[in-house]
């Protein structure tokens, strides 16, 4: 399985979103690492067809995305950036109502719902409405909708933003173990979710990729006189190194 990106280019009027970005994804988590404005969210707004890209492919499986359509889309679970989720519907119901979208019916409908649910430790709260859902059982909910399908390629936009270290840890704790025989793409400004997580780490700034390695090996490529944050050189540094302003 592959998904592979070649030049690909998005600008919006005179700002460059993404600039010529080649990289060629294969199942494994990879963290995205940039600041607010960087791209993070273009480049997966571009992969899940959501906009269009000004230059360049992106293909899975040696196959345009635009080409495979919906046969493309049934292969991917994106977990968006914003809380979108109706209030007055209970747990079940949105998943069981996002899973419809997807095209899913009768046994087989029932039976991710349950699967979701269950992944994402939601089911004993599964018939009370999300309204009165905390913030990291709104992000588990999110990610329950995104599993449907059974997707090939799941896409996470800052999974953990705004919740507390215990939630943090617990959806970091959810993604890992989705990660078999999955491409996850987890963008974030939160080093420590990539940090404990990622095999590849992709840096970008200002919508152009930087570099892309292994946590360690970009630990390993500053400078010897740099001094560490906490003591001890991390990917809290290699952030600062290579995208703080």
Avoid: C
């Avoid at 109706?86 to 419809?100: C, D, K, L, N």
């Avoid at 430790?121 to 009370?128: A, G």
């Avoid at 943090?168 to 940090?195: F, G, N, W």
């Amino acid at each position: 399985m592959e998904l592979k990106l070649e030049h690909v280019t998005k600008r919006y009027g005179a700002n460059t979103a993404l600039d010529d970005l080649t990289i060629t994804f294969t199942p494994g988590i990879y963290g995205i690492l940039g600041a607010n404005g960087a791209g993070k969210s273009t480049l997966m707004n571009l992969i899940t067809d959501n906009v269009k890209r000004d230059g360049g492919s992106i293909t899975f499986d040696g196959t345009d995305i635009l080409e495979l359509g919906d046969a493309f889309r049934a292969q991917l679970g994106y977990m968006p950036q914003q809380q979108g989720i109706y209030e007055q519907m209970t747990a079940e119901s949105f998943v069981s109502y996002v899973g419809r979208l997807k095209g899913l019916r009768g046994k087989a409908l029932r039976r991710q719902v349950d699967e979701a649910l269950a992944l994402t430790n939601l089911s004993d709260v599964r018939h009370k409405k999300t309204g009165g859902f905390s913030g990291g059982m709104k992000q588990r909910l999110l990610l329950a909708q995104a599993l449907l399908g059974q997707p090939r390629v799941l896409l996470l936009d800052e999974p953990t933003a705004g919740l507390d270290p215990r939630e943090r840890v617990r959806i970091r704790d959810y993604i890992k173990a989705l990660a078999q025989d999955r491409i996850v793409l987890l963008a974030t400004h939160i080093v420590s979710d990539i940090e404990s997580i990622a095999g590849q780490v992709l840096l970008i700034r200002k919508g152009r990729l930087l570099r892309v390695d292994t946590p360690q090996a970009l630990i390993d490529s500053l400078p010897a006189d740099w001094k560490p944050v906490m003591g001890v050189k991390s990917l809290e540094d290699v952030y600062l190194y290579f995208l703080g302003d």
